[in-house]
């Protein structure tokens, strides 16, 4: 907003030129009665006081107001700093001005003392402003009018006093000007706030953007010319304008994406004002085919206006020599709006309309204004009488539409969206804080990780030694950054997790093995068997289940290769008739066969499991197969309980292998063959394996049942000579 310099002697004159419309004999004997109210009183800053009051009337009027709304911005002071009280402003300037005047005058003056009078105090002052605010919108344009003023004077204030107010100016102030759509206003109050609050960081900002005003206002008038050649070239008019941030976008941006002043900096801001809604897009779509945009960053509030009435296409593209373009396009008539607010749509005459009745009636012109009222009346209605801390508090929280400021111990602000908790805030901090973290502080007291936090909080992060995340928190978590975390998190948790149960897997089938490899190498020639890149993935997928362990457990240990011709040898029972010998719940005819693990034999305890596709693997209840032992936790509902089928006893033959250990003795192998073939049980197939004294005979029989194969190793352990005997 341009700032004018007031003096008693060019008010009138000024005043006129930026208002032509303005019934300056009437603002005349308003202010002259205002010049004689307030007297000889002085501002803080030993001018008149009289300079204030003319100075809200200009901005009033820059805002294009109507007279009487300036009219009240002069008289604005005098019931709250004079003797004169409502009715003489009432019987002198009449009910309109006088009720506009008390809308903005604070409830009591009166000595109060202590905290809690105060917050009394200013909790009633508010209320009675908004309830005003609803009576009629006008004295929100004289309250800011009123506030930016004193902003601008704030350095005659002692510092303390400065902050106070600049404080809530930030949490009060600038998002009603934001509510209302007054950009300009917002944007001059938001660096004021920030001059005062934060000296020590306005300061650097205003020394970096002079210093790097020359070279980046050459790269941006570049650009500038650069895209009117192309508009110009697509036949569309357009107004294009560099675009600088102000000061607190810089700081905010700085807090919200982390960036050096540099990098913010660079960000190239553009404008472009057209004349329609069509052009608009056709700009969009000139532009679009000339630079890279970025789609995750464009915005269309001229679709979706925002809720204060705002409307602009954001868009953000990136240049041939990398840099990144900001760039605003919007229409002539938005771009009024946008500068302005919805006040803008208001012109004088039009603040009334005369209803049914004849009475004058307040006009709602503009929807956002309708809106932000009765957003106001909502906010009354559902906040009471309560105690004046809580509505204040609600006030301050419910007035932000987007985002919220909270503040780390050491009084650093940091940004975040409506709804977020502690433990945003402690992600947005820093990743490490986010994922330590145990408890928090707002202001001072413990709260759960999951409250939501108001505007101006301060908080607190309790931290532990170790990271230790909870999926609960992905239940609350507000900003998606730090979901986004903590869901990767888990998932690279959950990989490691496997990778180890992979690896225990693996060592455990590669202890029972027979085979002689090293691990490293048997590893590696399992992974290729099933076509891992790695044995850090191979063993990562056996963990999380995507590979059979039982398939694994068949490549470490396959069966024992058997050297004669399987077709003429393979017993033709029970593999051939195996859905004869067992039932399951009484059903027969199932498709079975059998493990070869464990080989179970007809009176072994057994246990079936349900395949994909293959029927029924039987079990030894007591089989040591460590994959199939897997399969009993992993795959529990896939076991299930059979039994031998009665009507096939004595049908089947089992092949069992068995190993005899003996003395190297003559004869001792043809009596062992003769004690089996004796015993009726069917040799398969056997292999002789001579060792230092002793030789081994591996078998592999064919018994009947259980009890004939007992009986059987009975008679083998007896022969003289026989060491051992295991099946
Ligand atoms: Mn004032």
């Known amino acids: 907003m341009k700032y004018t310099e007031l003096t008693p002697d060019n008010f009138l004159e000024e005043m006129q030129l930026i208002s ?409 901090v820093h990743t490490d804080l986010g994922f330590k973290c145990k408890s928090s502080k707002i202001n001072g007291r413990i709260a759960s990780l999951d409250t939501v936090l108001r505007n101006g909080d301060t908080i607190q992060i309790q931290i532990g030694k170790e990271m230790k995340p909870s999926k609960d928190w992905l239940l609350f978590l507000k900003t998606s950054k730090a979901k986004q975390k903590v869901r990767s998190w888990f998932r690279q948790k959950e990989l490691e997790d496997a990778y180890l149960l992979g690896q225990k897997l693996f060592d455990r089938y590669y202890k029972k093995t027979s085979k002689v490899e090293k691990r490293q190498e048997l590893l590696k020639s399992v992974t290729a068997v099933f076509k891992y890149s790695g044995v850090k993935d191979f063993l990562t997928a056996l963990g999380r289940g995507v590979i059979d362990p039982l398939k694994v457990w068949e490549v470490i240990n396959p069966p024992i290769e058997v050297n004669v011709d399987e077709k003429e040898l393979l017993p033709t029972k029970p593999y051939d008739n195996a859905e004869n010998v067992i039932s399951l719940d009484g059903i027969d005819n199932l498709l079975v066969h059998f493990a070869k693990c464990c080989n179970p034999v007809r009176g072994d305890e057994i246990i079936g499991y349900v395949t994909r596709g293959r029927g029924i693997t039987i079990h030894r209840t007591k089989c040591t197969n460590p994959a199939f032992k897997d399969l009993l936790i992993k795959e529990s509902e896939r076991i299930v309980d059979v039994v031998w089928d009665k009507k096939s006893k004595g049908k089947g033959l089992y092949p069992v292998r068995i190993v005899i250990g003996s003395m190297i003795k003559p004869k001792l192998q043809d009596k062992i063959t003769s004690t089996i073939l004796r015993s009726k049980v069917k040799i398969y197939e056997q292999r002789y394996v001579p060792e230092k004294e002793i030789f081994k005979l591996f078998m592999t029989v064919l018994v009947t049942d259980k009890k004939s194969l007992e009986n059987l190793l009975t008679k083998l352990k007896k022969i003289k000579g026989v060491i051992e005997v295991k099946a």
């Not at 205002?34 to 000889?40: E, I, R, S, T």
């Not at 192309?230 to 700081?251: E, Q």
């Not at 900001?326 to 209803?355: C, D, P, T, V």
């Open 20 to 428: 032509p419309q303005v019934d300056t004999e009437r603002l005349f004997k308003v202010w002259d009665y205002a010049l004689d109210a307030h007297g000889k009183q002085q501002r803080a800053s030993g001018e008149e006081y009289i300079i204030h009051p003319m100075n809200v009337a200009y901005i009033l009027a820059q805002m294009e107001m109507d007279c009487t709304t300036i009219a009240a911005g002069i008289l604005h002071d005098v019931v709250e700093d004079t003797k004169i009280g409502m009715e003489e402003i009432e019987s002198e300037f009449g009910s309109e001005i006088a009720q506009l005047v008390d809308g903005v005058t604070k409830v009591g003056k009166m000595e109060y003392h202590g905290r809690k009078d105060r917050i009394g105090n200013q909790a009633e002052s508010y209320r009675k402003l908004l309830f005003a605010v609803v009576e009629d919108v006008r004295v929100i344009f004289i309250k800011l009018a009123d506030r930016i003023h004193n902003m601008r004077t704030l350095k005659y204030l002692p510092e303390d006093k400065q902050k106070h107010i600049a404080q809530e100016t930030l949490e009060i102030y600038v998002p009603l000007s934001n509510r209302f759509g007054i950009t300009s206003l917002k944007w001059e109050l938001e660096d004021l706030c920030l001059k005062h609050l934060y000296p020590d960081t306005y300061k650097e900002i205003n020394e970096f953007i002079h210093e790097k005003k020359g070279s980046r206002d050459k790269y941006v008038s570049n650009y500038v010319q650069m895209v009117e050649q192309y508009l110009k070239d697509s036949d569309i008019k357009a107004h294009i304008t560099g675009r600088s941030k102000h000061f607190f976008s810089i700081f905010r941006k700085k807090l919200k994406r982390k960036l050096s002043y540099d990098e913010i900096y660079d960000y190239t801001a553009i404008r472009i004002v057209v004349g329609s809604v069509t052009e608009c897009y056709h700009a969009l779509d000139v532009i679009n085919s000339k630079f890279h945009p970025l789609p995750e960053r464009f915005k269309d509030y001229i679709a979706k206006p925002k809720d204060n009435g705002y409307r602009s296409i954001h868009h953000v593209v990136i240049s041939e020599e990398g840099r990144t373009v900001e760039i605003q396009i919007r229409s002539l008539e938005m771009h009024h709006e946008a500068e302005e607010g919805s006040a803008a749509h208001w012109r004088y005459k039009e603040f009334y309309e005369i209803n049914t009745e004849g009475k004058r009636k307040l006009a709602l012109q503009t929807e956002t204004i309708a809106k932000q009222v009765q957003w106001l009346r909502d906010f009354l209605k559902t906040h009471p009488l309560e105690d004046s801390a809580t509505f204040l508090k609600s006030l301050k929280n419910d007035l932000n539409v987007d985002n919220i400021i909270v503040k780390t111990p050491k009084g650093e602000y940091v940004e975040l969206p409506i709804g977020s908790t502690p433990l945003d805030f402690a992600f947005s």
